[in-house]
């Protein structure tokens, strides 16, 4: 017996056994409606059986199509590199200090000003000193040809405190000025074939003895040298005390002109207060020596 007979043949027991004789009902006359039942219930079955039976293997089986990761393409625009701007003109010189547009320069030493990224085409590349004492400006060099850059040599001179001023002339009648103009200063020649120092950024403080407890009596300057008597240990150097400014205790605060103060003082013949006989001061605040010193 197919499993379809032992169905119908167990709905139509169940349906028998709840329509039997004695409950006022015609067994032969409702035959026809329980088998119709049962064949549209198993029909039903079936339906959904074949439906179940349809979708097990989807529903076990997930086909899931493998995806391929492809690189996100971003589409980039290749920039171009935007020119560089014209750079800075500028002075360059050798010195032996500089601070906030001013330096000190060594006086007598032969140095090479050279205005860097200065516009190219001019006729003359002029090189002027304006003096701080009101004094007429003049010519410090000129360069006419700036295929090998534009460049003018001097032998500094004494007691400079003046205003550096850089010009291009072109042939059209135009002309191009730097627009910041550096502050130069020198102090005195140094002694010829002498050993001597100078104070590079600060007055350098001048004792008695070479102890930093001895006293302080003066004060070197920079821009003027002192001739070397003796070098010693510890960075000591004896001078002749007559090149430094006499200090005086009862000021209360010791006097800290720099470069351009004493370069401007000496240029216009202030008068200072020498000291006098010997000292010893220290490198500890920068000092540079010259001419013939014994190692």
């Known amino acids: 017996m197919y499993a379809s007979d032992r169905a119908i043949a167990f709905f139509e027991d169940r349906w028998a056994q709840r329509h039997k004789p004695g ?13 119709a039942g049962i064949l ?5 079955l079936s339906a959904l059986f074949v ?3 349809r979708l097990s293997p989807a529903a076990q089986t997930v086909n899931t199509p493998t995806q391929t990761s492809e690189p996100t393409v971003t ?8 020119p560089p701007s014209a750079q800075p003109s500028s002075l360059v010189f050798p010195h032996i200090t500089g601070d906030a547009g001013n330096f000190a320069l060594l006086a007598g030493e032969t140095i090479t000003f ?12 002029e090189f002027v000193l304006a003096p701080l004492n009101e004094e007429p400006s003049f010519v410090l060099g000129s360069d006419m040809d700036d295929s090998d850059g534009v460049a003018v040599s001097w032998t500094v001179p004494e007691h400079i405190a003046a205003e550096l001023h850089a010009t291009a002339y072109f042939p059209d009648d135009r002309k191009f000025e730097m627009p910041f103009a550096p502050m130069i200063y020198s102090g005195d020649l140094p002694p010829a074939g002498v050993c001597s ?10 004792y008695r003895l070479p102890d930093r407890t001895a006293e302080i009596f003066a004060l070197l300057h920079p821009s003027v040298y ?11 150097y004896r001078i002749d005390a007559s090149a430094a400014e006499l200090y005086t205790p009862s000021r209360g605060i010791m006097p800290d002109p720099g470069f351009r103060d004493a370069a401007i003082r000496a240029a216009t013949n202030l008068d200072l207060s020498p000291a006098s006989g010997e000292g010893w001061v220290n490198d500890d605040k920068g000092v540079l020596l010259t001419g013939s010193c014994p190692p």
């Open 197 to 206: 120092l100078i104070a590079r950024h600060q007055p350098v403080e001048v």
């Open 40 to 44: 549209f219930s198993f029909i039903a």
């Open 114 to 125: 050279t205005w860097e990224n200065a516009p190219a085409g001019a006729d003359k590349y």
């Open 75 to 82: 589409q980039t625009q290749t920039e171009t590199p935007t």
């Open 23 to 35: 409950n006022g009902r015609n067994l032969n006359k409702t035959l026809i409606h329980p088998r």
């Open 51 to 53: 439906s179940c039976a």
């Open 226 to 236: 002192a001739r070397v008597l003796e070098i010693a240990l510890n960075g000591w």
